[in-house]
């Protein structure tokens, strides 16, 4: 098991936080962990193909991440997915390697071939998918369990998966996840497909799958972030009873993306100090891989992963450089990132002290104001920060004037 030791003081967050209104409701005996599906689900981002060396090398920075459990791909989606998901299960990883299926025996037995020893089985759950499928309740059912008895069949853990779960008749979704629990499956997902559940129906909803299947069957929570709430929907479904959170890496995927693992991650354990299975120290490093390997460029105000977070233009902040409980609610090396000082329209006198020692370059307090200037106009000039070497060499005109 991978986790990030925080201690109290590399965390400066609000003290009303401690409210048992807030901390309450968390089984803090469970350690919360985490279901990967960046190799799927992410993919499913638009634009975004990923090569089976693509996928060989992300499935290795997911261990390294410490994810529990790495959801390895489709294998009848085409040749390579096929070969990318063997190359991860030979790669003896410490992750769990899951597989993906739809209710169709098809899809099963190409993980029979392959050897897949676990598997996440869906089908819809919903009204309207199942209408759109043309699907009835009935049909659904006995897709169900025999998807789930031949995986049973063939020796395989399964993990039941119904989708649009969120916006399903809860009476038959219950039904249904029941018939899948009889036929052999272990655990459940609740999946909000569509991210169409704001974070208090979560807990509720949870909480009330948890009481109907009992507290031994573990319970995974699947969302997506369509109103901006997959990271509050998912602690949610902590709260709620789930012990299981499924998302992606820098929360890739279809349409506003799926839940960010790592921001889940650093939430729950820096506001809520709920135990998760996760090195944050890995998640930049993984978080660039990932979107190197989708051809995406990740935002630098992203939580957690972002280049911006800890970097520092503005002079007001960088007079309090030195303090970084007065400018962060965490410290850098929770997620092991740089903190640093960089030059610009917004840089004030301490941020040219601060670049100045950081570089080895003795500038006397009184050219500072003037260095300022030119730092200033360039910056607007150029409409960019000041790279380091302009910076020298702005300083060293100014000392041989």
């Known amino acids: 098991m991978s986790t990030t030791t925080i201690r109290d003081d590399q965390i400066w967050i609000s003290p009303l936080n401690d409210d048992e209104a807030v901390q309450g409701g968390f089984d803090r005996s469970r350690t919360v962990r985490f279901y990967d599906t960046t190799l799927r689900d992410g993919e499913q981002a638009i634009g975004v193909v990923l090569n089976p060396d693509n996928k060989f090398e992300i499935a290795r920075k997911l261990d390294e991440l410490g994810v529990g459990r790495i959801e390895s791909g489709f294998p009848r989606v085409s040749a390579e997915d096929t070969e990318a998901v063997r190359r991860i299960m030979d790669a003896g990883l410490n992750a769990e390697i899951w597989g993906f299926s739809r209710c169709v025996i ?57 989708v649009d779960a969120t916006r399903s008749d809860q009476a038959f979704l219950k039904d249904v996840y029941a018939h899948a629990l009889e036929q052999g499956a272990e655990e459940i997902s609740v999946v909000d497909t569509i991210g169409a559940m704001a974070p208090e129906a979560v807990e509720r909803m949870v909480r009330d799958i948890a009481t109907h299947v009992g507290q031994d069957i573990p319970i995974h929570w699947h969302g997506h972030n369509d109103f901006g709430l997959a990271t509050a929907s998912a602690i949610a479904a902590v709260r709620g009873g789930a012990t299981w959170i499924q998302g992606t890496v820098n929360g890739m995927g279809e349409r506003a993306g799926n839940a960010d693992i790592c921001e889940v991650a650093l939430a729950l354990s820096c506001l809520y100090k709920v135990p998760v299975e996760m090195n944050l120290a890995k998640a930049r490093e993984a978080s660039r891989v ?64 601060l670049k100045a020692k950081e570089l080895g370059i003795d500038i006397p307090d009184d050219q500072v104001p003037a260095i300022l200037a030119e730092v200033k106009a360039l910056g607007v000039r150029n409409e960019r920060l000041v790279t380091d070497q302009e910076f020298r060499q702005i300083a060293e005109k100014a000392l041989a004037a």
């Open 106 to 162: 098809a899809d099963l037995d190409a993980h029979v071939e392959l050897g897949t020893q676990q598997v996440l089985i869906e089908i819809s759950t919903s009204e309207s998918k199942m209408k759109a499928y043309g699907f009835t309740r009935e049909s659904v059912m006995e897709k169900v369990g025999n998807a789930v008895r031949h995986a049973r069949d063939n020796d395989m853990r399964v993990n039941f998966f119904a």
């Open 290 to 353: 990932v979107a190197k390997a989708g051809g995406y460029t990740v935002d630098g105000w992203k939580p957690v992963v972002g280049e911006n977070l800890f970097t520092r233009e503005s002079g007001a902040v960088a007079s309090q450089f030195h303090s970084p409980e007065a400018i962060e609610p965490y410290s850098a090396d929770i997620v092991a990132a740089e903190r640093r000082i960089v030059l610009g329209k917004k840089s004030g006198l301490d941020s040219i002290r």
